[in-house]
C-alpha cells in the first residue's frame, strides 16, 4: 500500500482495504521480545456479568481485568459517579487489577446496590466495561394467612393458587404433601408455569389436607412453604359432563411478547369432564423444530426463539362433548446483538482504517461512539476521523493518535458495548520464528513450518524452496493467514531448505529452516509367544526397521516395569536372552523402539514350567478375579480394575465383564465387554439410569473360572433414550383408520424416568403439519378418520422427563383399505378348444381400487348342455367356479371346461379387504368334444358259444353321440389274450349278442362312445361262457369264482361252529360212548399205551395227540385212499353209521377195523378231521 497516496476512493474501497489488514494481525504478538518498546492501548480481558445478584451472606466481587503496555490504571463509577474506592474501609482493588472486593459483614447489603462500571486507562487511551448492575438476592417470607379449606363438587374446575412472595432470581415451585412427597401430575391435575395448581375436574381422590406450596430460592438455598390448602370433593351433587373450556388463559385471544434468543413458553389449561386433551397449531405455518411440548401437552416451549417464531399459535382442547380453542399471537422483539463487532486496528502512520459496528435489533439499535469513555460529541474534532452511523473512517493516522473507541448499541430491550482499540505503529519486519530450525516429520505425516512475523504496516510473507522455487498455495501446500506453511503429506523429495521472506514498506527480513523427511519405525519381526521350562534358557527376539538418521533406542519391559536388576536378563541389539529361567521370570515382556519422532512396540508372554522329569502338567480352569475397583466414574463411563486370579497351567485367555442391573433386571447378569487375558482392566462403556454391578470370569483353554464377587453398586445419572422404538409400521385395519405400531423400549434402554412414546403422522406429498400424539406403555396407536387408503408419514420418538431420542425417520404406512369401486369393462372371451377358454378385460381405475390390488377374480358356471332343441335343459345349474389372477392383470385362461356346454362368465376386481361389484355377465359355448365313457357294462346271459352285453349313455355325451366301438378278444388258461375284433354300433343301441363264441371260455369287452370329435375313453368287462360238463373245468378258473369262494367260506364257518360245540360238550360230559366201549371190547390189538411201557391210555386234548391240520383220517384210523372224503357216512361200518347228541359216533367198529387199523398206521397220511374233532373230546 501506498502510505502516502491520499485517500480519494469510496468508502467500498476503504472496507476492502482496511478488512485485509484486520485478518492478517489483530493483536501485537505475545513474544516479549516483541513486547518491549511496543505500546498497546488497554484491552479488558475479563468482567462481571451485566446482571450480578450477590448473596449477602457472602463478599461481593465485582471483576474487572484488563491488558495493555503500559499496564492500565483502574478507576470506577457507581450509578454514572466517581466512586472513591480509597474513602470506603470496606472496598478494596486487587492490585495490578480493577477487580473490586467489597466486605459487606456487619453492614447492610443494600446500600453497595447499583450500577458499576470499570475504567482501564494508560498513556494510549481508556476501555471501559460494561455497566454492571449489583443486586442482592432475596427470599422474602410468605405472608401470614389463614388456612383454606375448599369444598367442592364431584366434576367441577378448581384452581389451588400458590402466588410466592416475590424474590430475586424467582423461586422454583413445587407442590407437595407434608410427607415432602410431590403430587402426582397428569392431565387432569397439572402446574402452571406461575406455580399455581389446576384441576380440570375433580375426583373422589382429590380430597385430602395437605395441598402445600413450597417455594425454593436458588441463590440463598432456602425453601419456604405456604399454609397447608385443604380440599373436600363432595358427592350428593355431582358435576354432569360437559365440553371443555379454557382456566387459562381467558377469552378467546391473548397476546405474549418474547425476545430473540430466549425461550418462548406458551400456555394453555382446559377444563371440562371428560379431561380434555390440548393440542397446539401455528396458523399459516411450520413450528419451529426446537419446538416441544410439556406438562402433558399443555406447555408449548420453544428455544433460541428467532423472528421467524411470531405468528398466531392454536392450542385447542378436545374431549367427546366437543372442543374449545383460544389464539395466542406472538411477537419476537429483539434486544440488540452483534452482527459485526469493531475489531482492534494496528495501523502505521498515514495508513487508512475501519471501525465497524453492524447490531441488529428490533427495534432498531441506536448507535452511540465514544472515545476513550468519553462520548464522540464531547471529545475535540479530528479532521482524520470520519463517523457514519455503524462506521468510523480514520484516514492518514499520525503516530499519537492511538486511542480505545466504544460502540455501544441500545434500544429498550438492553445494549451492547464494545471496545476495539486503535495502535498506530510503524515498525519493520520482525521474523519470529528461530532461524534454521531443522524440522523433522515421519513420511506420510503433514509437516508446518513457522514464520511467525510482526510489523507495521502488516509483512507480507512469502516462500521459497532451496532458495528458488517460489512456493503457492496448492494441493501439496498450504499457506496459512499467520504465514505457517503446512505440508499435508510429507515425501521424502519434500526435504530440503524452506526461506520465508517478510515484506512491509518499512524494510524486508528473511528466515531459513530447514525440513527432513524420515521414514517410520516399524517392528518387522515381533516376540513371541514361550513356554520353558525352569533352569533352561529363553530368547525373544524383536527386529526393526527405522531411518537410519534416527537413532532408535530399545528398551525391554516386563509386565510395563523395568527387567529385573538379574544379570540372567541380556539384553542385545534385537534380542532379549534369558538365562537359567526361574518362575519369578513368568509375565509379559515388551520390546519399546523408540526415536526422536515415533515409536513401535510389542509384546509376548513367557510361561514357565517345571522341568522334567516331572508328573504331567495339569490344567485347570482358573480361579475367579477379585479386588474389583472403579475408578474415574463418568455419567457414560467408568474404569474396572481387578486382580486376576491363578491360571492354573494356562495363560487368560480372555476376561469377560458382566452386569447386573439392579433397576429393571434384577438377579439377571449380561455380559457387557471382552478384554483380551493380558488386560486386568477395561474402560466400561454405560447407559444412562441404571443400577450397575459388575462382576468378571476369566477365560482359559481350560473353560471359564467361576464369576467373581460383584462389585459395589454404580448409578448411572438419568438423560434423555439414545435410540427411538425399533419395527415402527403403520397398517389400516379398517376403512378410516390407521394403526401405527412399534416395538417398546426396555428399561434398559429407556435412559430415565417417565418413558413416552411421541407419535407423529402426516399424509404423504400433502403440505400437512405433523399430527402428534404422546402416549406410554402400549406398542400402538389408533388414528382415526383417515382417507381411505392413502399413504402416510409415521414416526415415533422417544421421550423421557430428560428430553427426546434423536429426530426418528419416517416410514411409510397405508390407511385402512375399503371394497373396490368399480368393475371391470369391456370383457371379451375367446373359446379356444372344448376344454380351455380365455378372457380378457379392462382393469379398473387405480383410485378405485381402495386398497392394494390383490388381481381379479373371474367367476364361471356351467348353465347347461348344447344338446338338441328337444332336449329339456338342466335342472339345477353346476356350482359356481372362480379362477383369481394376481396383480395387474388384464386376461386370464379358464381351463377344465365341459365341451359342448353354455358357461355364464363375470369378474371382481380384489383387494385386501374383499371384492368388488361384479362386471356385466357374458356367455360363451364350448365346441364338441370326445364323450366320457358309457355309464355301464353288463354281462346279462351267458351260454356255450354266445353272450349278451348290455350297456347305458355316458353320463357327458360332451356333444352329439354318434355311436359306440365295442372290441373283444378272448383270454387263454394262462392269461394271454387272443386277436382282438371290433364292432361299430349305432348310438341307439344299447344291447348286443355275441355269438360264434368258443364255451368255457374268459373274454374281456372294451366299449367306448364317440362323437364327430372321436371315440371317448373305453369301459371294461370280463365274462366266461357257460362250461362243457364233458371238460373239467380249469382249477385256476373255479378258484377265481365268486360263488367258489362263497361255498369254500360257508364249510369253513360250518367247521368252525362243530369244533366250538364239541369243545363245550367234552368240558360238560367228560369222555365220548365210544371211548366206552372201547373199554368193554378189551381188545388187545387196539389198546391204549401206558405211560409205563409205551402202551396207549386214554384219550388226551393235549397239543401232542392233536391231528395235522387239514388231514382227512376215518373215524377207524384207516385211510381210504380211493373214496371221496365228502361223506361222513362212509366211514362207518355200512351206512347206518349216526351220530348222537353229544357227537359221538353211534354202532360198534366191524371186523374190518382191526386191518384198516394196520393199514392205518402204514399210512403216511395225516389224521382226518373228524379225528381231529374226537381228539377235543
Request: net charge negative; proline share 8%; charged share 20%.
Amino acid at each position: 500500500m501506498d502510505r502516502h497516496r491520499k485517500w480519494t476512493c469510496g468508502l467500498g474501497t476503504f472496507l476492502l482495504l482496511v478488512l485485509q489488514t484486520l485478518t492478517l494481525a489483530l493483536e501485537v504478538p505475545l513474544d516479549p521480545k516483541v513486547l518491549e518498546g511496543l505500546p498497546q492501548p488497554p484491552t479488558i480481558t475479563m468482567q462481571s456479568p451485566k446482571d450480578y445478584i450477590f448473596d449477602p451472606r457472602e463478599n461481593i466481587v465485582i471483576h474487572c481485568e484488563a491488558k495493555g503496555k503500559p499496564h492500565p490504571s483502574f478507576s470506577w463509577t457507581r450509578n454514572g459517579s466517581h466512586f472513591d474506592i480509597e474513602k470506603d474501609p470496606k472496598v478494596t482493588m486487587k492490585p495490578n487489577s480493577g477487580t473490586l472486593v467489597i466486605d459487606i459483614s456487619g453492614e447492610k447489603a443494600e446500600a453497595y446496590e447499583g450500577t458499576y462500571q470499570c475504567t482501564a486507562h494508560n498513556d494510549h487511551g481508556a476501555a471501559v466495561s460494561n455497566d454492571i448492575v449489583i443486586r442482592q438476592s432475596r427470599s422474602p417470607l410468605w405472608s401470614k394467612e389463614k388456612d383454606k379449606k375448599l369444598v367442592v363438587q364431584l366434576g367441577v374446575s378448581l384452581v389451588l393458587q400458590c402466588r410466592p412472595p416475590a424474590g430475586l432470581p424467582p423461586p422454583i415451585i413445587m407442590w407437595m404433601d407434608n410427607n415432602f412427597q410431590r403430587l402426582p401430575l397428569n392431565p387432569r391435575v397439572s402446574q402452571a408455569l406461575n406455580g399455581d395448581l389446576y384441576f380440570s375436574n375433580v375426583v373422589r381422590g382429590d380430597t385430602r389436607t395437605d395441598y402445600i406450596c413450597y417455594a425454593r430460592f436458588p441463590h440463598t438455598q432456602t425453601i419456604q412453604q405456604k399454609q397447608p390448602i385443604s380440599v373436600t370433593v363432595l358427592e350428593n351433587n355431582p358435576i354432569s359432563e360437559r365440553k371443555p373450556g379454557f382456566m387459562m388463559p381467558l377469552g378467546p385471544s391473548s397476546t405474549k411478547m418474547v425476545l430473540k434468543g430466549e425461550t418462548l413458553e406458551l400456555e394453555c389449561i382446559a377444563e371440562g369432564l371428560p379431561t380434555p386433551s390440548v393440542l397446539w397449531q401455528k396458523d399459516g405455518g411450520a413450528m419451529s423444530q426446537s419446538a416441544s411440548f410439556q406438562n402433558f401437552n399443555k406447555t408449548l416451549k420453544i428455544s433460541d426463539v428467532s423472528e421467524a417464531d411470531a405468528g398466531n399459535y392454536r392450542c385447542v382442547a378436545n374431549n367427546n362433548h366437543g372442543s374449545a380453542h383460544h389464539i395466542i399471537k406472538v411477537s419476537v422483539k429483539a434486544a440488540p446483538y452483534w452482527i459485526s463487532a469493531p475489531r482492534n486496528l494496528i495501523l502505521a502512520p498515514n495508513e487508512t482504517g475501519i471501525l465497524t459496528c453492524r447490531v441488529n435489533g428490533d427495534p432498531k439499535p441506536k448507535i452511540s461512539w465514544f472515545v476513550n469513555g468519553v462520548p464522540l460529541q464531547n471529545v475535540p474534532v479530528d479532521r482524520s476521523r470520519k463517523i457514519e452511523d455503524d462506521t468510523v473512517i480514520l484516514s492518514h493516522v499520525q503516530t499519537g493518535s492511538s486511542a480505545v473507541y466504544q460502540c455501544n448499541a441500545s434500544n429498550e430491550f438492553g445494549y451492547v458495548l464494545a471496545n476495539a482499540f486503535v495502535n498506530v505503529l510503524a515498525e519493520p519486519p520482525r521474523v519470529l520464528t528461530q532461524p534454521n530450525r531443522i524440522y523433522q516429520v515421519i513420511t506420510n505425516t503433514h509437516a508446518l513450518l513457522d514464520c511467525a512475523s510482526f510489523g507495521s504496516p502488516i509483512p507480507a510473507i512469502t516462500w521459497f524452496k532451496d532458495n528458488q522455487i517460489s512456493i503457492k498455495n496448492e494441493d501439496a501446500y498450504v499457506i496459512h493467514e499467520n504465514g505457517t506453511l503446512e505440508i499435508h503429506v510429507a515425501q521424502p523429495l519434500n526435504s530440503g531448505k524452506y526461506t520465508c521472506i517478510a515484506t512491509n514498506n518499512l524494510g524486508i527480513k528473511e528466515n531459513h529452516v530447514f525440513l527432513e523427511v524420515k521414514e517410520p519405525t516399524r517392528i518387522l519381526k515381533q516376540p513371541e509367544y514361550k513356554v520353558v521350562q525352569r533352569g533352561m534358557r529363553t530368547v525373544f527376539e524383536c527386529k526393526v526397521k527405522h531411518d537410519p538418521s534416527l537413532i532408535p533406542t530399545m528398551t525391554w519391559l516386563k509386565d510395563d516395569a523395568a527387567l529385573p536388576d538379574d544379570g540372567r536378563f541380556v539384553v542385545g541389539t534385537e534380542s532379549l536372552t534369558i538365562k537359567d529361567v526361574v518362575d519369578g521370570d513368568e509375565g509379559t515382556y515388551t520390546c519399546h523402539m523408540n526415536t526422536t519422532l515415533d515409536h513401535d512396540s510389542a509384546s509376548a508372554m513367557l510361561t514357565v514350567v517345571a522341568a522334567t522329569p516331572t508328573p504331567p502338567i495339569v490344567y485347570e480352569r482358573p480361579d475367579p478375579p477379585t479386588d474389583l475397583e472403579m475408578t474415574g466414574q463418568k455419567d457414560r463411563s467408568v474404569e474396572l480394575t481387578w486382580t486376576p486370579g491363578d491360571e492354573h497351567n494356562s495363560p487368560t485367555q480372555k476376561f469377560i465383564i458382566q452386569y447386573e442391573d439392579h433397576l429393571h433386571q434384577p438377579g439377571v447378569w449380561l455380559n457387557l465387554t471382552e478384554v483380551p487375558g493380558t488386560s486386568p482392566t477395561a474402560q466400561l462403556q454405560l447407559s444412562p439410569y441404571v443400577y450397575y454391578s459388575f462382576r468378571v470370569l476369566a477365560l482359559n483353554r481350560v473353560g471359564y473360572s467361576d464369576a467373581s464377587q460383584p462389585s459395589r453398586q454404580y448409578r448411572t445419572n438419568p438423560a434423555a433414550p439414545d435410540i427411538n422404538p425399533a419395527h415402527v409400521q403403520g397398517e389400516g385395519t379398517e376403512p378410516g383408520n390407521l394403526v401405527i405400531s412399534w416395538t417398546q423400549l426396555s428399561g434398559f434402554q429407556s435412559n430415565g424416568p417417565g418413558l413416552e412414546y411421541v407419535v407423529q403422522w402426516r399424509q404423504k406429498d400433502v403440505e400437512q403439519e405433523w399430527s402428534t400424539k404422546s402416549v406410554a406403555n402400549v406398542s400402538r396407536y389408533v388414528v382415526s378418520g383417515t382417507p381411505t387408503y392413502v399413504p402416510y408419514e409415521v414416526k415415533v420418538q422417544a421421550s423421557n422427563d430428560y428430553g427426546s431420542a434423536p429426530e426418528p425417520e419416517a416410514t411409510i404406512a397405508y390407511s385402512g383399505e375399503d371394497v373396490p369401486l368399480t368393475a371391470p369393462d369391456s370383457v371379451q372371451i375367446m373359446v379356444h378348444n372344448s376344454t380351455l377358454a380365455e378372457v380378457h378385460w379392462e382393469p379398473v381405475s387405480v383410485p378405485s381400487v381402495r386398497g392394494k390390488l390383490q388381481g381379479y377374480k373371474v367367476f364361471y358356471r356351467r348353465e347347461r348342455g348344447l344338446h338338441d332343441a328337444a332336449e329339456e335343459a338342466e335342472p339345477q345349474p353346476q356350482q359356481v367356479q372362480f379362477l383369481t389372477f394376481g396383480g395387474n392383470r388384464s386376461e386370464g385362461r379358464l381351463p377344465g371346461l365341459q365341451p359342448y356346454s353354455l358357461y355364464s362368465l363375470h369378474i371382481k376386481v380384489l383387494n385386501s379387504k374383499g371384492e368388488g361389484p361384479a362386471s356385466t355377465s357374458k356367455t360363451f359355448e364350448t365346441p364338441e368334444g370326445v364323450p366320457g365313457p358309457p355309464s355301464f357294462l353288463n354281462v346279462v346271459d351267458h351260454s356255450l358259444d354266445s353272450l349278451t352285453l348290455e350297456w347305458g349313455p355316458p353320463q357327458h355325451n360332451n356333444g352329439r353321440l354318434a355311436g359306440y366301438t365295442l372290441k373283444y378278444q378272448p383270454v387263454n388258461s394262462t392269461s394271454e389274450l387272443g386277436p382282438l375284433r371290433v364292432m361299430t354300433l349305432l348310438s341307439n343301441e344299447t344291447t348286443i349278442v355275441l355269438s360264434s363264441l368258443n364255451s368255457s371260455m374268459l373274454y374281456k369287452f372294451y366299449l367306448s362312445a364317440r362323437t364327430i370329435k372321436g371315440s371317448g375313453p373305453d369301459l371294461s368287462e370280463e365274462a366266461f361262457t357257460v362250461m362243457d360238463t364233458t371238460v373239467a373245468s380249469r382249477q385256476v378258473d373255479i378258484a377265481t369264482q365268486g360263488w367258489f369262494i362263497g361255498l369254500m367260506c360257508a364249510i369253513a364257518l360250518l367247521i368252525l361252529v362243530l369244533l366250538i360245540v364239541c369243545f363245550i360238550k367234552r368240558n360238560k360230559g367228560g369222555k365220548y360212548p365210544v371211548k366206552e366201549k372201547e373199554d368193554a371190547h378189551q381188545d388187545p390189538e387196539i389198546q391204549p399205551m401206558r405211560e409205563d411201557d409205551g402202551t396207549f391210555g386214554e384219550y388226551s386234548d393235549t397239543e401232542d395227540h392233536k391231528p395235522l391240520k387239514g388231514s382227512r383220517t376215518p373215524s377207524n384210523g384207516t385211510v381210504r385212499r380211493d373214496e371221496s372224503d365228502d361223506s361222513l357216512v362212509d366211514y362207518g361200518e355200512g351206512g347206518d353209521g349216526q351220530f348222537n347228541e353229544d357227537g359221538s359216533f353211534i354202532g360198534q367198529y366191524s371186523g374190518k377195523k382191526e386191518k384198516d387199523t394196520h393199514e392205518g398206521n402204514e399210512s403216511s397220511e395225516a389224521p382226518s378231521p373228524v379225528n381231529a374233532m374226537n381228539s377235543f373230546v
